[in-house]
T-cell receptor
Framework: DAGVIQSPRHEVTEMGQEVTLRCKPISGHNSLFWYRQTMMRGLELLIYFNNNVPIDDSGMPEDRFSAKMPNASFSTLKIQPSEPRDSAVYFC?????????????FGNGTRLTVT | AQSVTQPDIHITVSEGASLELRCNYSYGATPYLFWYVQSPGQGLQLLLKYFSGDTLVQGIKGFEAEFKRSQSSFNLRKPSVHWSDAAEYFCAVGMDSNYQLIWGAGTKLIIKP
């Protein structure tokens, strides 16, 4: 079991550029989450997919953020255009079923720096 | 509104000493409670969880936590810490939905040699 795989591990980009973060969940998991972690706001849920369908995207900060899950083994989080305040660590997590019954498995995160 | 409070931003403990990390929650119903650990540069990993039953729950890596309804607390304990326990620890509460967790701000554990 390779765990949740995120790429890239680090991303440095200039304001205004498009950024795409990638996630491969654990095989067989049907729930996928994108989180953002900052010192100021802690861990925030951005979007939740179940069976590849977005269920709750109320945490997506604004229209500059979008997420897709074209199949059970891949998801992307895109920021266009990026801004310095988007600098954070972005985590992808997956689980089988409900988070209350099955633990969240987190990837190692993507550290995004927007200059 | 539901909330989770971890009052200690960081705690320093000597290696071999006991540890207690505090977590208080505000939630109207019976809570689902979790402790996760984040090692530097890594994602979070589940240590233990409480749903119902015995209020003292055992987790991985020698950790345990006790649910006290009267105090709205779910404190994490370990009798003897190791240098490898240095990490950030997050308490979380499950909301009414089956996927939404409310996360505490985290407590960073520093181990003195």
């Amino acid at each position: 079991d390779a765990g949740v795989i995120q790429s890239p591990r680090h991303e440095v980009t200039e304001m205004g550029q498009e950024v795409t973060l990638r996630c491969k969940p654990i095989s067989g998991h049907n729930s996928l989450f994108w989180y953002r972690q900052t010192m100021m706001r802690g861990l925030e849920l951005l979007i939740y997919f179940n069976n590849n369908v977005p269920i709750d995207d109320s945490g997506m900060p604004e229209d500059r953020f979008s997420a897709k899950m074209p199949n059970a083994s891949f998801s992307t989080l895109k920021i266009q255009p990026s801004e310095p305040r988007d600098s954070a660590v972005y985590f992808c997590a997956s689980t089988l079923g409900q988070v209350y019954n099955s633990p969240l498995h987190f990837g190692n995160g993507t550290r995004l720096t927007v200059t | 509104a539901q909330s989770v409070t971890q009052p200690d931003i960081h705690i320093t403990v000597s290696e071999g000493a006991s540890l207690e990390l505090r977590c208080n929650y505000s939630y109207g119903a019976t809570p689902y409670l979790f402790w996760y650990v984040q090692s530097p540069g890594q994602g979070l990993q589940l240590l233990l969880k409480y749903f119902s039953g015995d209020t003292l729950v055992q987790g991985i890596k020698g950790f345990e936590a006790e649910f006290k309804r009267s105090q709205s607390s779910f404190n994490l304990r370990k009798p003897s810490v190791h240098w490898s326990d240095a990490a950030e620890y997050f308490c979380a509460v499950g909301m009414d939905s089956n996927y939404q967790l409310i996360w505490g701000a985290g407590t960073k554990l520093i181990i003195k040699p």
